[in-house]
Structures are given as structure tokens and as C-alpha cells.
């Protein structure tokens, strides 16, 4: 360290992964709290980047690309994939299970009535609240074939040492890729966000979408590409609104083995 | 007269496949995948273990298209840098760091935005000067950062593979990186 700030040498070794030990403990640490030396470990990731372009170039053989446009294609054609806009949500569900659906349904009729002797923007929350009570429709399906399934596994995700209390579980087919989370954690500090991980065997977490500290009464529907089998789920803090990959501390885990 | 055919830049293709256009996918891959490979196939030495990397990393682009922000980082940056990431764990069993980290905001602007690489001539430019500015290493600091990079080796573990005291490891790849900043800036 150079006064209040890191090395550039530490930070091009950091950004290599080359520091260990204490080094890399005392560099983590001041990271953490020191924005200049975020940025200049950008600039340093953006050298040892640059080493990689050293290798030459090797074109993959044709079937590479081929294997994998045929599996983009089925992901398009079975609607696994969901391609959602920047800085949204992942799409899913909020089962209100302690209110039912016969109540929601209840509720509905009830609104039907008195948003009829409404004005014509009442109309506008009508139709918002029979979307919601669609979805919640289909959520409940999906709840159904989860459940069902025999081959459905629940997994129960625990705190982590110096993390938040918490704990939560998830009801998980892999090969429907359809899951139920459930779960309450501390709540989350400003401007951060609470995202669901499965964590396959082999490649990439798999982005399971947002889900709330309280999440006791009102579970979370996510849709995975089918066969995606997991070794873990885990739930992470990470900025508002989510990552597409794990960039913030593991809350709860629990594995699936 | 022929009109020159400019390439479609990353983001205009990004829109596109956000809206399920396998084109604009296909022109991603065309574009990056031997730059990639090429990389991966050097760090892990096995043309089938590279190719199950590549196309995982292209499925998770084709996934999360609508979550990736080119106002945060360049698009090859963001596939260079979890491909290496993958083909690391994948090398060396370690899969706390694909899980971990591989940090959104470590990849913005890795390459500057001077250099862009969208431009296949641009790309084969920058990897001569890379070339040539590992070349200008002495060849003991070179070795140790190829075994950082390509190897995912720390320094301690540099030590214990050559034989190298620690100290002198350190003092090499310090060295060599501090080189590699004052040429390619």
C-alpha cells in the first residue's frame, strides 16, 4: 500500500490473480472501501485483458457454432430463454399463498364490481390486477407440476459465517426447470438487491431472479432451461436490481447434493 | 461502384438478439469466437474442453442479452474476461472464483475506448502490440506472467512450480506488468 491507496503493482497483481495470502486479504480489504482504487483495478483489468489477445487466433471447428445455434433455437422455441430488457426484473410470480387463490379470485369479482361504478382510469388498475391474477394463475400451475414431480427436490438454503440471519428453501425440478423459492433473510441494505443462483455442476450460476427478504408468504416462481441439474442454489447481495453474474457476498447456500 | 458493407456494430447486434435475432447472435459469434478460442485453447490446452467453454459462454450471452449494458463495459472485454475466468476453474478445479467472481464492473471499459475492437483489423492490430510487448519482457518475466494468465498460477504458486524463491517471483511479475502498463498505456 501506498499511503491511503494500493499499489498499482498490487492491483495489476490482483487483477492477474496472482496475489495470495495476506497480500490478497489486505488488498480485498481496502477495495472494499475505497472507490479510487475500484476504478484503477478496472484500468488493471483492463491490461492483464489484453494479455489474453497474445494467444493467436484459432477459428473452433464448424460444429461448435452449429451445435450451438441448434440449441439457442430450441431455447427460442420452448420459451427457456428469457431475453428481459436492462435493469428489469426477471419475470415471475408473487403467490400471495396466504390469501388463496379461490380469495384472489374472490377479490377479483369484488373489484370487477366496484371498479365498474368507477371512472374509466379504475379501469386501467382493473385490467393491471387481471394480469396479476393471471400470472398468479400460471404461477399456481407451475406450483402444481413442481409439487407433484417426483423427481422434485427441495433444498434448504442456509446463513453464511458474518452474513445476515436468514434461511430459505427451494423446491426445484430440474428437469421441467421449474423452481419455487421460499425464504426470509435480514433485509437487505440500501440499494442492494437479493438474487437466486442455481449453481450447476459445471458453467456459469444460472440467474434465478430477485427475490425479496420476506419471501415467507408469497413464494417466487423461476423458469431455468430444462436439464440445467443443480449442485447448489445461493442467494447473493447484489446491486438494486440484479446482476447477470454473481458480483456480490453469498448470503445462503444449500447444497442440492 | 460498390458500396463498402461497414460492420454492424456490437451494440446494434446486442439490440438485436435482445429481440431473439439469431442473425445478430451469429454475427457475435463470427466476430469473436476465434479471438476467444484461441485464448481458451491456450489456457486449456484441449480443443474439446475450449469448445465446451466457448459455447458455454456464448449460450450465457444469448441468455442474458437483456442484461448485459454495453454502457458498462465493451462487449469482448466482458467475454474475455469470463472466459478466462471459466477456462481457469475449469483448468484448475477452482469454481469458488466462476461463482464469485466474475464481477460485472471489473470488465467495464477494459478496452479503452480508443480501441475498437469491433473492427477485425483494429483486434489483429492490438494482438501484435500485445505480442510484441510481452516480447520485450525478459524471458523469466514473461514466463511468470504466462503462468499468472494462461496458467491462473498465483505467485506462490509460481515459487513452488519453478523453484524460484518467492521474493524473486514477486519482483518478476511486479516488474513485468510494470513494463506491460508503460507500453500498452
Known sequence: ?257 | MTATMQPAPDSALMDRMRTGDEAAFSALYDRYSAMLFGMLTRILRDQQAAEEVLQDLFLQLWRNAGQFDAARGSLPAWLMVIGRNRAISRLRGRRDREVLEEEEGDYANTFASGQNIEDETVRAELARSVSAALGQLPVEQRQAVELAYFEGMTQSEIANKTGIPLGTVKTRVRTAMQTLRRILG
Not at chain 1, 442467494?235 to 442440492?256: D, H, K, N, Y
Open chain 1, 1 to 257: 500500500m501506498t499511503g491511503s491507496h494500493a499499489n498499482p503493482e498490487d492491483l495489476d497483481l490482483y487483477a492477474l490473480d496472482a496475489l495470495d495470502g495476506e497480500e490478497k486479504q489486505t488488498l480485498e480489504a481496502h477495495l472494499r472501501a475505497c472507490p479510487a482504487c475500484q476504478q484503477q483495478l478496472a484500468a488493471a483489468r483492463q491490461r492483464t485483458a489484453l494479455i489474453g489477445l497474445a494467444a493467436p487466433p484459432a477459428a473452433p471447428r464448424p460444429q461448435v457454432k452449429s451445435s450451438l445455434m441448434d440449441k439457442v433455437r430450441t431455447e427460442k422455441q420452448s420459451g427457456a430463454t428469457q431475453i428481459v430488457p436492462s435493469n428489469t426484473r426477471k419475470k415471475r410470480w408473487g403467490l400471495r399463498f396466504s390469501l388463496g387463490f379461490g380469495l384472489a379470485t374472490a377479490l377479483l369479482a369484488f373489484a370487477t364490481y366496484e371498479f365498474a361504478k368507477q371512472d374509466l382510469d379504475r379501469g386501467k388498475q382493473l385490467q393491471q390486477l387481471q394480469a396479476q391474477l393471471s400470472e398468479d394463475a400460471a404461477a399456481l400451475q407451475a406450483m402444481g407440476q413442481v409439487t407433484g414431480a417426483p423427481d422434485s427436490a427441495q433444498i434448504t438454503l442456509l446463513q453464511q459465517p458474518n452474513g445476515p440471519p436468514g434461511q430459505a428453501h427451494v423446491l426445484y425440478n430440474a428437469r421441467m426447470g421449474l423452481g419455487v423459492y421460499s425464504g426470509q433473510i435480514a433485509p437487505a441494505p440500501s440499494g442492494k438487491s437479493y438474487q437466486l443462483w442455481l449453481v450447476p455442476s459445471s458453467g456459469a450460476p444460472a440467474n434465478a431472479g430477485l427475490v425479496d427478504a420476506n419471501q415467507q408468504n408469497g413464494a417466487v416462481v423461476v423458469r431455468l432451461a430444462p436439464g440445467l441439474a443443480p449442485k447448489a442454489f445461493a442467494v447473493t447481495l447484489e446491486p438494486l436490481g440484479g446482476r447477470p453474474q454473481p458480483t456480490g457476498p453469498m448470503v445462503l447456500v444449500g447444497s442440492a447434493g
